[in-house]
């Protein structure tokens, strides 16, 4: 059995994904993130600063006010329910509108303002007297381009002089006539063909060039190159906005290229612990068996919201099957489906609609479903190589510090390997993991 598992199991987990894939699969993921979130994400942490010009004042902003933004925009600002400056934003706006304009590469998670912030930089820079192109931005794929203008739309409600345009594949324009937009958002591909091949965008007249997502970009086969030759375009007094989720060496490296002379600023994740976790583990002797387990205990894990993780797409599928079979609601979020379909989905399980979802590592990774108090790991988190993944483990069930509910984990174990997988998690964070009987439940609740 082992190894005709072991090979399901390379194939349905993606194991076998072509970096291509893998690749989307980062566009995808940042999609799903802009799609099911609502508001911001809490981070307790500090926003770390490198300035360029250490002696200049570090000026930083508790209220939109004190920005002296136009009123329309401080309307729209308003309009989309922001009350104060996020984190990132109390230190990145001053930084970007301050007169002379400054260069900003700035990091932090999903979900912390800042695409709100560069829009906000955008609507502020333009003059819509101008019927001419005054501020890129790029972004990785035509979805991602389309998010990003939507908040301009949004931001911008007030402000309906200021134009948009997408510089997007199959948005034809003849060559030789000009954009007259002062916005444009796009593609690095069609952006730099709009430039240097149709010209229908002056380059010289640019102000400022947002390049989003850049870990996601670098990711993807020709953007960086394409997105250096836009920035290449530009005036030298151009201001340039880079902004990333994560920051690895080569996004770092990329970075350097794309802004020249930045101020810099971080925001660390919040660390996840699993301090606020009850962990328990449920002996079994196959799947079948875990699944008898899992029944056992739906009556309990129902009175919150669960996610259940599998380890393949046809675990999860089959899994779903039998618990619909067995009268259970549960909701599927699986890999073959389109990322609008997925974000449907985790937006009904948020909403409350779905007590218990069910999926897959790759299909979850990179998701926050914050109000989950009960995981259950059907199958253990393994690394490609089928090593304990205790990474994906702590991202599993880990709450962030100071805002972590109360949670409780299930570990399902089926054989020696899997206890041997749940020792060394075990080991690995110091954490008891405790048996549980799922005949008797008092434990649990
Ligand atoms: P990021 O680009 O870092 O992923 P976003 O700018 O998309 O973050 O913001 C994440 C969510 O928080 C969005 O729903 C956005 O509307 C909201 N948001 C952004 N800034 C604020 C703010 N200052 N106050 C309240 N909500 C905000």
């Known amino acids: 059995i082992p190894n005709a598992e072991a090979k399901e199991t390379a194939k349905a987990t993606d194991g076998d994904k072509s970096d291509e894939e893998e690749k989307e699969d ?15 994400v809490n981070n307790t942490n500090q926003v770390e600063v490198l300035q360029r010009d250490p002696n200049s004042p570090l000026y930083s902003v508790k209220t939109f006010e004190e920005l002296r933004l136009k009123p329309q925009l401080l309307q729209g600002v308003y309009g989309m329910g922001f009350n104060r400056p996020s984190k990132i934003q109390e230190t990145a706006l001053p930084m970007m509108l301050a007169e002379p304009p400054q260069n900003l590469i700035a ?54 002089e200021v134009k948009l345009a997408y ?17 444009v958002i796009g593609t690095p591909g069609t952006m730099s063909d709009w430039l240097t091949k149709k010209k229908v965008i002056d380059p010289k007249k640019i102000q400022v060039f947002v390049l989003d997502e850049a870990d996601v ?29 994560t920051f690895e060496d080569s996004v770092w490296q990329f ?22 976790i009850k962990q328990y583990y449920v002996l079994c002797k196959n799947k079948q068996d875990k699944f008898d387990a899992l029944c056992n205990i739906y ?21 779903a099957g039998r618990m619909a079979a067995e009268g259970h609601q549960v909701a599927l979020l699986s890999g073959e489906l389109a990322v609008e379909q997925r974000a449907a989905i985790i937006e009904r399980f948020r909403e409350g609609k779905e007590k218990v979802l069910i999926t897959t590592n790759v299909c979850a990774r990179g998701i926050d479903v914050e109000q989950v108090s009960v995981v259950i790991n059907f199958d253990l988190p393994l690394d490609k190589d089928g090593n304990p993944d205790n990474e994906t483990y702590l991202h599993r069930i880990g709450r962030t510090g100071r805002f972590g509910k109360r949670g409780l984990a299930i570990n399902m174990v089926d054989s020696e390997e899997s206890m041997a997988v749940l020792g060394a998690i075990e080991e690995h964070f110091s954490k008891k993991i405790v048996k549980l009987d799922t005949e008797d439940l008092d434990e649990i609740e």
């Open 26 to 40: 980062r566009a995808a993921q940042s999609l799903l993130n802009k799609l099911i979130r609502n508001s911001l």
């Open 107 to 160: 990091q932090s998670q999903s979900g912390t303002g800042k695409t709100a912030a560069f829009v906000l930089a955008m609507l502020s820079h333009v003059n819509p007297v101008n019927k001419w192109p005054q501020c890129l931005c790029i972004s990785p794929t035509y979805e991602l381009a389309l998010q990003t203008g939507k908040v301009v739309e949004q931001m911008g409600k007030f402000y309906p």
């Open 167 to 183: 510089a997007i594949r199959g948005n034809r324009i003849e060559g030789g006539s000009k954009i007259q937009e002062q916005i």
């Open 217 to 245: 970009m670098i990711a993807m086969q020709g953007h960086q190159d394409q997105s250096i030759r836009i920035q290449r375009k530009l005036p030298k007094d151009c201001q340039m906005l880079l902004f990333s989720a």
């Open 255 to 276: 970075a350097e290229r794309i802004v020249p002379d930045p101020n810099i600023i971080r925001l660390k994740r919040e660390e996840e612990t699993l301090d606020t």
């Open 299 to 319: 009556g309990a894990i129902t009175i919150a919201q669960a996610m259940i993780f599998c380890h393949t797409r046809r675990t999860a599928a089959w899994l």
